[in-house]
């Protein structure tokens, strides 16, 4: 058989993806982008969360995630717990016969490999692991792209987590700290690199026209991790608050104010601070997708934002930017970028502190510019790096 004449390579993408978390979909973006650069004959679908909304947008076949469409609401009932248990049961089936299709699937960035917020083992822990021992025993290569990874205290989490990355016959990490988080957890990483989220990959899009002054707020559902449910109303009420109060406080210096989110859960938060705050100059942005996300930081001033993918959104466009920290990665991202100076703890907003982050971050902005930029070009470099790491350990090169 000739190369030209060999079947063109079958790979899945695999994940929460087409959910309503932009930051998931962005990475999927990013690695469709790459396979439609570096492999176009490669036939390519989905095992995902939203398999309607990813067919819609990326025009590629998806199934969904779970045989049990219930899978991630409470199971008050006894027929939704048996739903559930039996769907544990289907989706091993599901899964496995899933996988056997393919050469090759991708689980391209999303954090997969910590809880950073509340998780359940039987949900995605179970689904990833699934995936990964499907792979190792059907003789699919899977690949754990730019993912997330952090300690996790809870054992049958850190347990699935753990078996999961070890079966996997790729994987490379979007910050150091999920390395060493993986090397803590007693996998071996020795040859597992560390690249820039897989969002640096995507195209930057041109700044649109907005009023001067303007600063994006990135908000969110924030009840803390998976190890503060018993505080987590608590918390969020201080982040509500103190998140607020700022809002309050850019409005009445005559700035107008648009307010991002980054999954359909942060709905709530948003219209709680527009109600709170009761000023025209804040408004909620539309975005939803990472590149109209993008659009919105780059007309920005200044940015300060919560969720991860906002703040690789802003750091990406170039534009001063100061995060509300919910989890170390945050804070590893914008030291990385070389602003690691211009973080604000989420579990305690401190609104007058927070104020005076936000003036000397502005006082400094054509500096953090500059940084910006250079570390982007780095960061570009970087993640051509990284898929030509991908082609070389799981994708050959095929005849165009």
Same mark, same amino acid.
């Given at each position: 058989?000739?190369?030209?004449?060999?079947?063109?390579?079958?790979?899945?993408?695999?994940?929460?993806?087409?959910?309503?978390?932009?930051?998931?979909?962005?990475?999927?973006?990013?690695?469709?982008?790459?396979?439609?650069?570096?492999?176009?004959?490669?036939?390519?679908?989905?095992?995902?969360?939203?398999?309607?909304?990813?067919? =819609?947008?990326? &025009?590629?076949? @998806? $199934? !969904?995630?779970?045989?049990? +469409?219930?899978?991630?609401?409470? %199971?008050? /009932?006894?027929?939704?717990?048996?739903?559930?248990?039996?769907?544990?049961?289907?989706?091993?089936?599901?899964?496995?016969?899933?996988?056997?299709?393919?050469?090759?699937?991708?689980?391209?960035?999303?954090?997969?490999?910590?809880?950073?917020?509340?998780?359940?083992?039987?949900?995605?822990?179970?689904?990833?692991?699934?995936?990964?021992?499907?792979?190792?025993?059907?003789?699919?290569?899977?690949?754990?792209?730019?993912?997330?990874? =952090?300690?996790? &205290?809870?054992? @049958? $989490? !850190?347990?699935?987590?753990? +078996?999961?990355?070890?079966?996997? %016959?790729? /994987?490379?990490?979007?910050?150091?700290?999920?390395?060493?988080?993986?090397?803590?957890?007693?996998?071996?990483?020795?040859?597992?690199?560390?690249?820039?989220?897989?969002?640096?990959?995507?195209?930057?899009?041109?700044?649109?026209?907005?009023?001067?002054?303007?600063?994006?707020?990135?908000?969110?559902?924030?009840?803390?991790?998976?190890?503060?449910?018993?505080?987590?109303?608590?918390?969020?009420?201080?982040?509500?608050?103190?998140?607020?109060?700022?809002?309050?406080?850019?409005?009445?210096?005559?700035?107008?104010?648009?307010?991002?989110?980054?999954?359909?859960?942060?709905?709530?938060?948003?219209?709680?601070?527009?109600?709170?705050?009761?000023?025209?100059?804040?408004?909620?942005?539309?975005?939803?997708?990472?590149?109209?996300?993008?659009?919105?930081?780059?007309?920005?001033?200044?940015?300060?934002?919560?969720?991860?993918?906002?703040?690789?959104?802003?750091?990406?466009?170039?534009?001063?930017?100061?995060?509300?920290?919910?989890?170390?990665?945050?804070?590893?991202?914008?030291?990385?970028?070389?602003?690691?100076?211009?973080?604000?703890?989420?579990?305690?907003?401190?609104?007058?502190?927070?104020?005076?982050?936000?003036?000397?971050?502005?006082?400094?902005?054509?500096?953090?510019?500059?940084?910006?930029?250079?570390?982007?070009?780095?960061?570009?470099?970087?993640?051509?790096?990284?898929?030509?790491?991908?082609?070389?350990?799981?994708?050959?090169?095929?005849?165009?």
């Amino acid at each position: 058989m000739t190369a030209r004449s060999r079947p063109p390579l079958r790979v899945g993408v695999f994940g929460l993806l087409g959910a309503g978390n932009l930051g998931n979909d962005g990475s999927l973006e990013a690695v469709l982008g790459y396979l439609r650069t570096a492999h176009p004959r490669a036939v390519v679908d989905a095992l995902c969360g939203g398999p309607e909304t990813v067919t =819609a947008r990326y &025009r590629i076949p @998806a $199934t !969904r995630l779970h045989w049990y +469409r219930g899978e991630y609401r409470t %199971a008050n /009932r006894a027929g939704a717990v048996l739903g559930k248990g039996l769907g544990k049961l289907v989706d091993a089936v599901r899964t496995a016969a899933w996988v056997r299709r393919h050469d090759v699937v991708i689980v391209p960035g999303m954090g997969v490999l910590e809880a950073t917020l509340p998780l359940r083992p039987w949900g995605f822990p179970y689904a990833l692991f699934l995936l990964c021992a499907s792979g190792r025993l059907l003789g699919t290569r899977v690949a754990l792209v730019g993912v997330g990874a =952090a300690p996790i &205290r809870d054992r @049958a $989490t !850190r347990a699935l987590v753990r +078996r999961s990355a070890r079966l996997a %016959a790729y /994987r490379s990490y979007r910050d150091e700290l999920s390395r060493e988080a993986m090397r803590g957890m007693g996998v071996d990483v020795s040859r597992d690199e560390v690249h820039p989220d897989l969002a640096f990959a995507l195209p930057t899009p041109p700044a649109p026209d907005s009023p001067g002054g303007q600063v994006c707020v990135g908000v969110m559902d924030f009840h803390g991790g998976n190890d503060d449910r018993a505080r987590a109303g608590e918390i969020h009420r201080r982040y509500l608050d103190g998140t607020t109060r700022f809002v309050r406080a850019l409005a009445e210096d005559g700035r107008p104010v648009r307010l991002l989110t980054g999954d359909g859960a942060d709905a709530a938060v948003v219209a709680a601070i527009i109600e709170a705050v009761g000023s025209p100059l804040v408004t909620a942005s539309p975005a939803a997708s990472l590149a109209e996300l993008m659009a919105e930081t780059a007309a920005a001033d200044a940015v300060v934002a919560t969720r991860y993918h906002n703040l690789v959104c802003a750091l990406k466009t170039g534009t001063p930017t100061l995060a509300l920290s919910y989890a170390a990665k945050s804070d590893a991202l914008m030291a990385r970028m070389g602003l690691d100076a211009y973080c604000h703890p989420a579990r305690e907003v401190d609104a007058e502190r927070l104020i005076e982050q936000f003036r000397e971050l502005e006082k400094h902005a054509a500096e953090l510019r500059q940084i910006l930029a250079e570390r982007n070009l780095a960061a570009a470099r970087h993640l051509d790096h990284q898929f030509t790491a991908l082609t070389a350990a799981v994708l050959p090169e095929e005849p165009s």
